[in-house]
């Protein structure tokens, strides 16, 4: 048995491919396992999930465990958080890092409940301090209050914000090992009888590169529009404030901050937001911020590299405007 060394990620697939913090977390895994002299092992769980394994170790993890099986399938909490509990105790890594994903906020606790370990949740940062243990940057009071947290087990748990790492650049590529996972029938408590897709829109908030959100300040649904335009001669995806959505100006996918994506775009233009910190909280780990607002204290100010005071219905055409020149002198 290992010493507390590796650091273990679970990433997760989604359909065929792993999902963007899944090969993330493989940045601050790298970090803590330097510390510590040992390895990332990377695990990749479902049926049919060769390929995306081998993304994975392409991604920067020294070995990926492949567990692919039927049984695998479709996501089931027993099934998935059994194979990592099996995982956890024949590697006996120093931390199992977890996609703050919907499944991921399933697994984490119930895996470090079953670990006897510590869980730190929502992670934004990781430390290393002197002695070579993680310290977590978690988010208290809809990330009005940032903590330090250090976990005493072995292994420590934490699920990762999307976003919030960067991933590997140029990973010298690892191994993939499979492994065979069987859960007994009596062990798995749940059963999914029937899977249905929903039939409605989809927008990628967390993986797009430009968002333009539009907030209350946008003042209709027909103003809104501007919003959309913006965003699709910058080839981005619309986001709003939760006023703008419960207005009706647009879907409640579109949402951005504490209750709705968090997102981590190279561009965010912040249109007719206040800043508060519910949405600020969603938009964190933007590279870089444009607001327009006509309050010149308004406190999304606080937080935007560029601050445009004014009002949205006279700036939001000019920049339109100019961008289609520069688009049509190209
Ligand atoms: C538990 C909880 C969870 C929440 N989750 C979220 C969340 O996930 N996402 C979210 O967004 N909110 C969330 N909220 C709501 C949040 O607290 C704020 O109410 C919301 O973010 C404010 O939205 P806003 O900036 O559009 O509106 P306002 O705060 O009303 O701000 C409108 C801004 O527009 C400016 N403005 C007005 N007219 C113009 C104009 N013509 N030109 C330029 N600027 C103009 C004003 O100066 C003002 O700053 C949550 C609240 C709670 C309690």
Known sequence: MADCKNIMVYVETAEGNPVKVGL???SPAKELAAAKGGKVIAVVIGSGVKDAAQKVAEAGADQ??????????????????????????????????????????????VLAAKCDAGCASDVMAIKVDDAGNAVFTC???GGTVLQDVTIDTCPQVATLRSGAFQKVEDP???????????????QIRT???????????????????VIVSGGRGMGSKENFALVEELSNLLGGVVGATRPAIEDGWVSKIHQVGQSGKIVAPKLYIACGISGATQHVSGIMNSDYIVAIN???????????????V????KVLPVMIEEIKKIKEAQ
Request: aromatic fraction near 4%; include cysteine; charge should be negative.
């Open 24 to 26: 993330e977390m493989i």
């Open 64 to 109: 990926v465990v492949c567990v692919d099986a039927p049984q695998f399938a479709d996501f089931n909490l027993d099934t998935y958080a059994g194979a990592l509990v099996e995982l956890v105790k024949e590697e006996a890594p120093a931390a199992v890092l977890v996609g703050g994903t919907q499944d991921g906020k399933d697994i984490a606790p």
């Open 139 to 141: 988010p208290l009071y």
């Open 172 to 186: 010298a590529a690892g191994e993939v090992v499979e492994k065979e996972i069987q859960i007994p029938e009596d």
């Open 191 to 209: 059963k999914v009888v029937e899977s249905v897709k929903e039939i409605a829109e989809t927008i990628n908030l967390e993986e797009a590169e």
């Open 294 to 308: 006509k309050d010149e204290d308004a406190p999304i100010f606080e937080v935007a590299n560029v601050g445009i």
């Open 310 to 313: 004014g009002d949205v219905m």
